[in-house]
């Protein structure tokens, strides 16, 4: 066992930072409560749009805007959960997110219930919506923050890997379960497990040792958003081709007649959680920047394969090196991001800069959908090798801090 695991808490709370033993590896609790609560995020998905669609009768407009809402949510209060983890430390905003999300989970269940107006439905499930994406700010910027802390700055690059798997594998683990339970018991039942997951997530959450914030300043998350706006962008520019293929590739193998779309996303896991497993620690041991350079361009490729494929293999095979090249590039710009602010504004840095993401997943979907409209569906993969590249560019102009 650890050393850390001898080092002296004070009501179940670490010393600061500088004083405590660090873990070797990220606390698998952590790791287990993050995969846990976030597959609140991933049950609902494909369950919401058919309830919305089907059942009350709302068209795609509606139910794009109701999607849209958590990540609405999402966005506008990763200030809020990245002061909340600097002040209290991760696991108070791990566990009031994982209520939060609970709450959203609740609201689905009443919406789902019979004898509602679809009005009545679609308002319960908007404030759902919004719970759920305030939930999720404060869950993940926590656990995120908290399993940083339990092994340190020296080792957040790895720690940033497996937060990534979890969170990775409650999406594409939750989906399946959530329709699967849609199809056989029914929308309620769906919707009970989006209470269940961040429940059991607290549990094991309450579970963990707490580490104290590094004491200092604290300064306005817009001066932090200052600081790691190039790591930000960098990790925006990789989203743009992630989120190509979850909005756009089946759609791109129908137009081309070929089966298996369903397969993009299991090639594209397979070399995201190979990198993360076996290179996961790469950017503690050299620049976060050379990594993310390199990681760009991989995925740049991966994209253009996808862009210029004459067959469906050679496609699939794109949509596993854009899952080799995405892997590591937002823990490697999260070191880097994580070195432009002081120990006590880190919590705060982890919100910022998972921001960028959610702003990725939220504007390049519907750029992307007016690209697609004009130039065909696999012009899609040459905006995202596009984005790759600048953001390649953007790392290597970039130039490291001593943390």
């Not at 699967?180 to 769906?190: D, K, S």
């Not at 076996?278 to 740049?300: F, H, N, Q, T």
Request: aromatic letters at 10%.
């Amino acid at each position: 066992m650890e050393a850390a695991m001898s080092a002296p808490t004070v009501n179940g709370v670490r010393p600061s930072e500088d004083a405590q033993t660090h873990l070797s590896r990220p606390a698998p609790g952590i790791i287990a409560a993050l995969f846990c609560g976030y597959l609140s995020v991933g049950l609902p998905l494909p369950v919401i749009p058919l309830f919305l669609h089907d059942r009350l009768g709302f068209n795609s407009v509606v139910v794009g805007l109701v999607i849209g809402v958590q990540f609405l949510a999402t966005v506008l209060t990763r200030g809020y959960a990245g002061r909340l983890t600097d002040q209290y430390g991760g696991k108070r905003s791990a566990l009031q997110g994982a209520v939060i999300s609970a709450l959203g989970g609740l609201l689905y269940f009443v919406a789902a219930m019979p004898g509602l107006s679809p009005g009545v439905g679609l308002a319960i499930i908007v404030i759902g919506r919004l719970a759920a994406g305030f939930g999720e700010s404060q869950f993940v910027t926590g656990c995120v923050s908290w399993s940083i802390a339990s092994v340190g700055p020296q080792r957040a690059g790895m720690s940033m890997s497996w937060t990534g798997i979890a969170m990775f594998a409650a999406l594409a683990i939750g989906a399946p379960i959530g329709m699967w339970l849609y199809q056989a018991f029914g929308l309620q039942a769906a919707m009970l497990a989006c209470i269940v997951a961040p429940v059991v997530s607290a549990m094991i959450a309450a579970r963990e040792t707490s580490y104290a914030s590094p004491a200092g300043e604290r300064i306005p998350f817009y001066r932090v958003i200052g600081q790691i706006w190039r790591e930000g962008i960098g990790l925006m520019l990789q989203g743009v081709g992630l989120s190509g293929l979850t909005a756009f590739a089946s759609l791109y193998f129908a137009a081309r007649n070929w089966g298996n779309a369903g397969l993009v996303m299991t090639a594209f896991g397979v070399g995201f959680i190979f990198v993360r497993v076996v290179l996961g620690s790469l950017p503690d041991k050299m620049s976060g920047y050379r990594v993310a350079l390199w990681s760009l361009v991989i995925e740049a490729l991966g994209q253009a394969m996808i862009w210029s494929a004459p067959h469906e293999i050679i496609a699939l095979a794109g949509a596993l090196v854009t899952g080799l090249g995405c892997a590591l590039v937002f823990p490697a710009l999260g070191v880097e991001a994580l070195k432009r602010v002081s120990p006590a504004n880190r919590g705060s840095a982890m919100g910022a800069f998972v921001a960028f993401l959610d702003i990725a997943y939220g504007i390049s979907g519907p750029v992307a959908g007016v690209i697609a409209g004009q130039f065909g569906f696999a012009s899609v993969y040459l905006f995202g090798a596009a984005c790759a590249l600048i953001g390649a560019v953007l790392a290597a102009t970039a130039r490291s801090v001593q943390s």
